[in-house]
């Protein structure tokens, strides 16, 4: 009995022991490394506050219109796209194009890549002869490819 318990007290004294050395271990790890662990915390800090503003802001960038009622839709002549050679997936783009989607967007929009996306905006470009989005809309909408 007198054995187990010279044990248990070792056992405890040498896990004090071991918990002091590492409370050291830590006290000189944070005076060593006070500067990068003031940096990281000031780092975590900005980064949540940045990711708060972001969610927040970001919510209210999209202003979706209210449908007009009783509105006649566009109808766009086949014919003008054939003289043109705009097929009906680069017509789809100008159409996003001209609601002022983002590449990514009219991507995702879509269901393809942004290099395809990218791809029928040149196209498109070239058979209108724009070298911008803007020039290729309002050029669209001169000769009555859109509203």
Request: hydrophobic share 50%.
């Amino acid at each position: 009995m007198k054995d187990r318990t010279q044990i248990i007290l070792y056992g405890i004294s040498l896990g004090a022991l071991a918990v002091l050395l590492k409370l050291i271990e830590y006290r000189f790890m944070v005076y060593d490394h006070a500067v990068e662990l003031f940096i990281g915390v000031i780092a975590l800090l900005f980064m949540m506050v940045g990711t708060w503003f972001g969610m927040k802001f970001r919510s209210r960038r999209r202003v979706m219109l209210p449908a007009v009622s009783g509105a006649v839709p566009f109808l766009v002549s086949q014919e003008l796209l054939h003289e043109f050679g705009i097929s009906k997936r680069e017509y789809e783009v100008l159409e996003l194009i001209a609601q002022g989607c983002s590449t990514k967007e009219i991507a995702d929009r879509l269901f393809v890549s942004r290099n395809t996306v990218k791809s029928h905006a040149s196209s498109l470009f070239q058979k209108l002869e724009a070298k911008r989005r803007t020039q290729a809309v309002q050029k669209a909408k001169s000769i009555g490819l859109l509203p």
